[in-house]
């Protein structure tokens, strides 16, 4: 499924969206100025083992990026996948770097 997940940013819900069926995963976001806060990320039992909670990261980490935008990542989710993967170290805003052991 890695290949065909399509992630959509739905702007008026404030979040990020896979979706499967009836069903939704998503990774919540609220715009701050010169940030985004990621609080929150949902992926149903459906979606387990298929790559959609990267693809949601990716997305969201990326589209901050393109836009000069740091990053709160509130979501424990967020936060650990920021902490394993170093390519996005550098968009973290600076009051979070501690938390996630990753220097600055």
């Known amino acids: ?3 065909a997940i399509q992630v959509v940013k739905n702007d008026e819900a404030g979040q990020f969206e896979v979706r499967l069926g009836d069903e939704t995963a998503f990774a919540e976001f609220r715009m701050v100025q010169g940030g ?8 149903p039992e459906a979606f387990e083992g298929k790559g959609v909670a990267s693809a ?3 997305t969201a980490l990326g589209y ?7 990053v709160i990542p509130t979501c424990t989710f967020m936060a650990g996948y920021i902490k394993k993967h170093p390519e996005w170290h ?4 600076d009051a979070y770097r ?5 220097g600055g």
Do not use: C, F, N, W
């Open 36 to 43: 985004m806060i990621l609080p929150h990320t949902v992926v």
């Open 90 to 93: 550098d968009i973290v805003h």
């Open 98 to 102: 501690a938390q996630l052991g990753i």
């Open 56 to 58: 949601l990261a990716r």
């Open 1 to 3: 499924m890695s290949d």
């Open 64 to 70: 901050a990026r393109e836009h000069g935008l740091k």
